[in-house]
């Protein structure tokens, strides 16, 4: 009896301890859990017993009102006084740690409905009690432990351009052999080299002091470090007392892109004029030629003035040195600087650095926000190649019916795909304040549309400090049509996240957002639209955004020609996919040449505001009134008949306005973007040409499908229609049997063309509108003669398989040009193949066609 009265564990019960405490959700004791005999009879008895607090504790209490019942004891009535007491009873006896679904709605007496509650949010990342996410690194990196935060502040006045006076001092490159190395790397990995694995914290082991040790008080050598997060600088070297030449990193795994710095010194003196030198960069050409300062940030500014980053520099020239490795040429930069006080630690950086610990705090606040929550949603888009979580954010306020939600348009911006382009990342940050804001205009814009925001594209480069690329070492805008999920995830699934978007709604936009280097400013690149219907169309949110932000955005900047170079960016792919408003919007390092702005530097204060105005004008964009637009479109057919007449008189030629001047074409008007700060792909690294091979041979491969079996119909159809030509055969009418069985062998060949149509179409990569009124001209479409009642009943059919195809005149781009025409569009087809009767009265039965007419237009 003793041995029966034990109860044997339960392998179900034992399973699933283990299950839910390997995952975390369980943490009491293997005792504390009941078998599942004990635990049914325990529900039926009282289903209204729950876990105190989290999974974790064990304290067993009734429902809700229970808990309440100390607070307001007068405010129950008697009968749910017994009520509790009884259930009280009935729990005093039972196993005191019962676990419960917490899955099921309770009503108010804590009675469980027939229904669970709405599942968590997918990848709800951020909490308020747990920390960040910390970065991830290669592990050839070393990284310092220290925490490098800065302030936000705006310049107390406006911070204008740096005036060559032509006296500007260009030193000599003197270089490690004279002068004294004060910093520098081991180990950074370059080109030939490739991305392994990555860890939080870097590189393993304790973390080396690369810093010289000074000798005592009076050693006034700076002490540099760039060993953080988005930092910079792979060697110093001192040639002076107070002067240095400094050299930057190349991005992970590359020889080149040297344009982004953002390094650390100490040990600073107050009164000297200290001289900093760059000297490998590698573009011809740089804003600091038109006045661009460098930023440098003050600790004990930022302390005890509340003073953050400021333009510093005098004595600025930016030169080509005889430097280089006999490819390519070096150039310098050049500065002198004094630093506000001793003993300081100061930043000196190419921009205003934003890093991915900035962005996931600016996410944790809203995640925690209760009010953004409700229509900012976080997930996961991916993880970056060393593990880094990919944000996309879903921003809508939620709709009251299916119907309105469906209704929507979406939106799609991104960021940072260039890393080293922080720009990008404060007017993303001035974007999402407005559209999370409650203002009645970002309530308005949240109504109408579905935001897809992807704020770090490339959290990889943006941690390590890169300029341009990932660490697959090459440039993630110019691989938006890659293959190589793997090695490219980033774009790869922003891509496919676009395309899953473009067929659940209208795309109404694209914009990635960018960095400039060489031109002053904010503007954009789009893509020209060969569809006269919408010709133009393509400027008009470019224009409208200049008018609202005159002091910063600049019209005549914009470029809207499709080079080759530039087919794989986020941009040409996405207008390709379908987005008919695609743009890339390009922020300058430097500052503005217009209006009340003129010749001063861009704070984050103007780029943020530009995050507003992009809401403002998308707004007016889609306007119901349509006057804005319709002045838009005036205004620019208007330049372009003034920008035709200037290209004519260029070449010398003559030409009437008055003709055909829309015909010509935007490309050959438009001049390249050369101003733009693009780079040429470089291909795929060596270790990855084998993969693409292979994915290339398998996707070609599943492009040969063999010929389907045909089904019992098919082959039933097959035989009447061989039954029918022998019976022509054997009739008395030799031409008029010729001609019909002629025709009734080339049929399948024409709906085998006609099947082929589609397949050639989707081929084209840009959508033409004349193609939504009939199949490609060089397609036969003369089937047999077909009566009126057999073209409706097609037209029935393709009602009936296209139920939600309409032939839209609307600005949106189609995604799939290969659709069957629409019902009430018929085509040009013949009617005088099949004589209904033969020459000499004979009538061919046509009770024994009607199988003929299964051949049908599809």
Known sequence: MAFLSQTLPDPYEDFMYHHLQYYGYFKAERDSLPDSATHQQAWKNNPRLVLNGSLGERDLIPDPLQKKKLLWPTCLSSILHRQIEAMSRDSSMLTPHLLKSRQLLHNEFGEANPRLREPRDLFGFFSGSAPLQAPRWPIECEVIKENIRHIESVPPQPEYFYQPTGNEKIPDIVGE???????????????????????????????????????????????????????????????????????????????????????????????????????????????????????????????????????????????????????????CLTWT???????????????????????????????????????????????????????????????????????????????????????????????????????????????????????????????????RCSLAGRDLNRHYKTILKDSFPCIWYTRSMIQRLLE??????????????????????????????????????????????????????????????????????????????????????????LGSKRHTHFTTEDLKSLGYHVCDTLLDFCDPDQTKFTQCLAELKELLQQEIHKKFTELGRD????????????????????????????????????????????????????????????????????????????????????????????QPTFFKNSGNTSSSTMKNEKPRMNELNGRDKGTSLDPPKMTTSTLTKNKERMQRKKPRFTVSCSPKRSTNTSQDPAPDMKPNWSRNTFPATLRGGANVVSVSYPSLHIYTYP
């Open 504 to 593: 659940e709604r209208e795309v109404l936009l694209y914009c990635d957002f960018h960095g400039h280097s060489r031109k002053n400013n904010i503007f954009l690149y789009g893509c020209n639209n060969n569809d006269r219907k919408y010709w133009l169309h393509e400027r008009v949110f470019p224009l409208m955004l200049s008018k609202n932000a005159p002091d910063k955005f600049s019209f005549p900047s914009c470029n809207f020609k499709i080079q080759k170079c530039k087919e794989g960016t986020g941009r040409v792919v996405m207008w390709r996919m379908g987005v008919p408003n695609s743009y890339t919007l390009e922020a300058t390092f430097g500052g503005s040449t």
């Open 337 to 467: 600087v004094q630093f506000p006080h001793d003993q300081d630690t100061c930043f000196f950086a190419h921009f205003y650095p934003y890093t991915y610990t900035d962005l996931q705090c600016y996410l944790l606040a809203v995640a925690n926000n209760p009010v953004q929550s409700q229509f900012c949603k976080l997930r996961t888009l991916c993880r970056s190649l060393a593990g880094n979580t990919v944000y996309l954010l879903t921003i809508t306020n939620p709709s009251q019916t299916p119907q309105e939600a469906a209704a929507k348009k979406a939106v799609v911006l991104s960021a940072r795909v260039h890393p080293g382009e922080s720009n990008g990342s404060w007017v993303m940050k001035g974007f999402l304040d407005f559209i999370l804001s409650n203002s009645p205009d970002a309530q308005l814009l949240r109504d109408i549309f579905v935001f897809k925001v992807v704020p770090m594209l490339n959290p990889d480069g943006v941690i390590v400090g890169n300029y």
């Open 177 to 331: 052999e004279k002068g004294t190395v004060v910093y520098q790397l081991d180990s950074v990995p370059t080109e030939g080299s490739c991305f392994s694995s990555s860890r939080v914290g870097g590189k393993r082991g304790d973390i080396k002091e690369l810093a010289v040790i000074l000798q005592g008080p009076d050693d006034n050598t700076l002490l540099f470090e760039s060993r953080f997060e988005s930092g910079n600088l792979q060697k110093a070297v001192r040639v002076d007392t107070y002067e240095y030449e400094l050299t930057l990193r190349t991005d992970l795994y590359t020889n080149k892109h040297t344009q982004w710095f953002y390094f650390r010194v100490q040990n600073t003196r107050k009164d000297a004029t200290y001289r900093f030198t760059i000297v490998n960069l590698l573009k011809p050409k740089s804003l600091y030629t038109l006045g661009m300062k460098p930023l440098m940030y003050s600790q004990l500014d930022a302390d005890t003035h509340n003073l953050g980053w400021r333009r510093e520099g005098k004595e600025i020239k930016y030169y080509k040195n005889h430097l280089g490795d006999g490819l390519q040429p070096f150039y």
């Open 655 to 746: 030409m009437d306005l008055e003709g055909s001047w829309n015909d010509i074409s935007l490309s050959d008007i438009e001049s390249s973007t050369s101003g733009s700060d693009s780079s040429l792909s470089d291909g795929l690294p060596v270790h990855l040409l084998s993969i693409a091979h292979e994915l290339n041979q398998k996707k070609m491969y599943k492009k040969k499908k063999k010929k389907p079996l045909q089904t019992r119909k098919q082959r039933n159809e097959q035989y009447q229609k061989n039954n029918m030509i022998r019976e022509f055969k054997s009739t008395d009418y030799a031409p008029e049997r010729a001609e019909i069985a002629s025709t009734l062998q080339k």
